[in-house]
């Protein structure tokens, strides 16, 4: 299989995934709206909450950086300035699902 095909399965996977997940989330959103922190803390502490939070957030990082890269193979000529984009967005995302993890073991310990 290609490095392309990959690229369009995983890009297919990560959208059916937030299909699923970005409603969830938005529900919990709605849900925790009213309360004060404590209680929206007990709401996201859940194990599967949190779970499918870091999943969201993972899924959504590593979905955006298949379109960057999607965008930077069709637009950038240049292979060095190509390269130099998709590794600080990569780092970027990279650098944002971690601090999306330690976010959320806080709250677990909190």
């Known amino acids: ?57 993972v899924s959504g990082f590593y979905h955006a950086y298949l379109g960057v890269q999607t965008i930077c193979l069709d637009y950038l000529p240049h292979v060095r300035v190509r390269f130099f984009v998709l590794l600080l967005v990569g780092g970027l995302f990279i650098f944002l699902s971690l601090l999306t993890a330690s976010s959320l073991f806080k709250l677990g310990f909190a």
Not at 19 to 47: C, H, R
Request: zero cysteines.
């Open 1 to 57: 299989m290609k490095s392309f095909t990959n690229h369009y399965i995983w890009q297919r996977i990560t959208a059916i995934i937030l299909l699923f997940l970005v409603p969830w989330f938005l529900w919990i959103l709605f849900k925790t709206k009213g309360l004060d922190y404590s209680e929206a803390v007990q709401i996201i502490n859940k194990p599967i909450n949190s779970l499918l939070i870091f999943l969201m957030l």
